[in-house]
Nanobody, 124 residues
């Protein structure tokens, strides 16, 4: 098993930036594909970004391509989400998740472990 704890959320103005972190403990971090999802009030949880076990392959939702960057530091057991040019409609709770299969996937059901989430609020 792996335990995940997100941090770095907060209040930011539209157009601003935030960097989220997700610290993992437990089983070997490098054996997990990692993903970021978000859930706005009244909406379903949606995929944001994912990264392969080595960090060499990344996937992004179309809505965040060119503005968000996912990365990982396997030596630090941490995955990051750098978010630039944030928009008010991106206000949500952001979750990191871990998947212990080898393939990078974007579907929520594929992920086995979840953090508690961190709130991101983008003001207009």
């Amino acid at each position: 098993q792996v335990q995940l704890v997100e941090s770095g959320g907060g209040l930011v103005q539209a157009g601003g930036s935030l960097r989220l972190s997700c610290a993992a403990s437990g089983r070997t971090f490098s054996s997990y594909v990692m993903g970021w999802f978000r859930q706005a009030p009244g909406k379903e949880r949606e995929f944001v970004a994912a990264i392969s076990r080595s960090g060499g392959v990344t996937f992004y939702a179309d809505s965040v391509k060119g503005r968000f960057t996912i990365s990982r530091g396997n030596a630090k057991n941490t995955v990051y989400l750098q978010m630039n040019s944030l928009k008010p409609e991106e206000t949500a709770v952001y979750y990191c998740a871990a998947d212990d299969t080898a393939v990078v996937v974007t579907t929520r059901r594929a992920y086995d472990y979840w953090g508690q989430g961190t709130q991101v609020t983008v003001s207009s």
